[in-house]
């Protein structure tokens, strides 16, 4: 697979240098309004399946999380760093619980980051520039802190309306850079916001399925609060840093 996509040129050992300043901040920004960022900010609760295989519930509003794959169920409080488990109906405690919010919380920060990154534009310590390919213009984002993997670089190709089409990656958890994955199968969800639900990449395609967000949790999932046992935290374990 390397070979070939040596071959095809789609891979470069190093992000291309950009033009940092005011012209890559506009493209940034009307790259958030093509997405409708204002409306994701406005987007307490959100739920989606990454891959066919780990199912999350995201209450915004509270920072609480949970994530479900196969017979495992997480709830995270990604403010306090603390959690409950179980397998099945059976609880886990002492370092089977630690890992199993361990492997949750890096699931959703993988799985969040692919739902909508273009939230991220603007955080703290991401640094975008603009990178000019003949009549092609695109946004390089960089990541210098934050998340798991800090350093990671992301080439952004917008189409005409500021929607982006497809990205290339330099990350530390894929071993060659420049790698490219399409920005497709765009839907709206209830409160106006966009996300992308499919992404292809040489070779293989990455999927987002039963995406769906309001404006509160109650509102998406009406009914008994399921983070409730994660409110009362008897039992909580703290999430290993």
Same mark, same amino acid.
């Given at each position: 697979?390397?070979? @070939?996509?040596?071959?095809?040129?789609?891979?470069?050992?190093?992000?291309?240098?950009?033009?940092?300043?005011?012209?890559?901040?506009?493209?940034?920004?009307?790259?958030?309004?093509?997405?409708?960022?204002?409306?994701?900010? /406005?987007?307490?609760? $959100?739920?989606?399946?990454?891959? +066919?295989?780990?199912?999350?519930?995201? !209450?915004?509003?509270?920072?609480?999380?949970?994530?479900?794959?196969?017979?495992?169920? $997480?709830?995270?409080?990604?403010?306090?760093?603390?959690?409950?488990?179980?397998?099945?109906?059976?609880?886990?405690?002492?370092?089977?619980?630690?890992?199993?919010?361990?492997?949750?919380?890096?699931?959703?920060?993988?799985?969040?980051?692919?739902?909508?990154?273009?939230?991220?534009?603007?955080? /703290? +310590?991401?640094?975008? @520039?603009?990178?000019?390919? +003949?009549?092609?213009?695109?946004?390089?984002?960089?990541?210098?802190?934050?998340?798991?993997?800090?350093? !990671? /670089?992301?080439? #952004?190709?917008?189409?005409?309306?500021?929607?982006?089409?497809?990205?290339?990656?330099?990350?530390?958890?894929?071993? $060659? +850079?420049?790698?490219?994955?399409?920005? =497709?199968? #765009?839907?709206?969800?209830?409160?106006?916001?966009?996300? @992308?639900?499919?992404? $292809?990449?040489?070779?293989?395609?990455?999927?987002?399925? !039963?995406?769906?967000?309001?404006?509160?949790?109650?509102?998406?999932?009406?009914?008994? =609060?399921?983070?409730?046992?994660?409110?009362?935290?008897?039992?909580?374990? /703290?999430?290993?840093?």
């Amino acid at each position: 697979m390397l070979t @070939s996509l040596l071959a095809a040129g789609l891979l470069l050992a190093a992000p291309p240098t950009g033009t940092p300043g005011p012209e890559a901040d506009a493209l940034a920004r009307r790259m958030e309004a093509a997405v409708g960022v204002a409306a994701w900010q /406005a987007t307490g609760a $959100v739920q989606w399946t990454f891959a +066919g295989k780990r199912h999350h519930l995201w !209450d915004r509003q509270r920072s609480l999380v949970e994530v479900r794959v196969d017979a495992q169920r $997480v709830l995270l409080d990604l403010t306090a760093d603390r959690g409950l488990a179980w397998e099945g109906e059976a609880a886990l405690t002492g370092e089977a619980a630690a890992k199993a919010l361990d492997d949750a919380h890096a699931a959703w920060t993988n799985d969040a980051f692919w739902l909508n990154p273009l939230a991220k534009l603007f955080d /703290a +310590g991401v640094t975008r @520039s603009q990178v000019v390919e +003949g009549d092609k213009v695109g946004l390089l984002v960089q990541y210098t802190a934050g998340g798991r993997t800090p350093g !990671d /670089a992301y080439l #952004w190709w917008p189409g005409p309306d500021g929607t982006p089409t497809r990205w290339q990656l330099w990350t530390s958890n894929i071993p $060659v +850079g420049g790698l490219e994955a399409t920005w =497709d199968g #765009w839907i709206t969800l209830a409160t106006g916001a966009r996300v @992308s639900t499919r992404h $292809v990449f040489p070779m293989r395609e990455l999927l987002l399925t !039963d995406a769906q967000g309001a404006a509160t949790l109650a509102a998406l999932r009406p009914g008994p =609060d399921p983070f409730a046992a994660l409110v009362d935290c008897a039992g909580c374990t /703290a999430r290993p840093r």
